[in-house]
């Protein structure tokens, strides 16, 4: 059964972030491909993550979890034909654990839920088949079989990012040298920064021409290191969002130099005319006239969900552009952001591959659907600060996905007491 919350409070005060989910995941399959013992540090066990220590543990790979640390004494071993990885709902497992995955000739099963075996896999599977993999696609599950040759592969850049992360985490691991091309131009490149950055920080490098030509030599070896997982921009962004709309409300502990691609919410705010204040070792978002902008998401798809709750407040008509990929996350983002946003009195229009947001003062109320999706269930959160009367959210469980404290850090003050 769903679980529904009633909102009744805002955020305030000091806000200790969660560990970056994209560099948990990036970090733990550096250390599993590695040979020895690492520990990842400050690092939370949300269900996405959750999911890729489980399929490295399927992989043979040892993993203990203590507090926020996760040991790893990594190096593929032989394991048993029918090793079954869950991925659960985690895009990113998936994509990255497949190619590690077909390294062996053994069999294996990936299997997941929700909307995960719907999202867009076949141009990768191809591109996969004509360097020696064996895949086969079900709708609950995918059988594969490798092993992995040295080669080159082609796919869209378009598609998504995750692609190129999966192989290029397996492919050092190959004898010979190994290229991608891409069809068409790479969206998403931050996190393919954060791939690069994970693999050099455990001793493994590749070359690029532009993010279109990718050159990786085979035969390397990961190093065991420890290693901290800096905070999470896309979780921040929830908070700045709240800043912006009048809460006192502090995110601590980011990267200021951060390669995350999610950083960019601080410039986009900044845009908006909103203005952003560091202190020691904070970041915030001070409340102001937030005035309509367009926004290219191409690059930042997960940032469509803070910034529609904000822009529901601008002065005239902000339109969110190149966002089509948000059709394929565990909801339909581009029709679950206006749904959602709409029955609380917002006035959003949904295109094929855009939103135009007409701001207004102030929003009803009412109750909504997170429809399974962790960022459809904290976007709602924040636009319940600007809203007359209480908002109540089912599925707000769904928050676990990406961050197992949110209700914790955002349900500080009631709403009575806010200035």
Known sequence: MDTVITLDCVPSGVIALPPSKSVSHRALICAGLAKGKSVIEQITCSEDVEATVRCLRALGIACEIAD??????????????????DCGESGSTLRFVLPIALLSPNKTVLTGRGRLMQRPMEEFNEALRKNGAIIDQFSDRMEVRGPLRAGTYRFSGSISSQYVTGLLLALPLLEGTSIIELTSPLESKGYVDLTIDAMRTFGVTLEHEQYRRFVVRGGQTYRPINYRVEADYSAAAFFLAAGALGCDVSCEGLNPNSLQGDRAFLEIAKQCGIAIETGDGTIKALPGRIKAVTVDVSEIPDLVPPLAAMLCFCEGTSRIVNAARL????????????????KLGADITEGNDELT????????????????????????AVASIRCKNTVQISGADSVKKSYPNFWKDFCKTERSTQA
């Open 68 to 85: 926020n640390v996760i040991s790893v004494d990594g190096g593929l071993r032989d394991r048993a034909d029918g090793a079954v990885l």
């Open 327 to 342: 059709r394929m996350k565990e909801s339909d983002r581009l029709h679950t952001v206006t749904t959602e946003l709409n």
């Open 357 to 380: 947001i007409n701001g207004v003062a102030e929003l009803n109320g009412g109750s909504v659907d997170a429809h399974n999706d962790h960022r459809i269930a904290m976007m709602a």
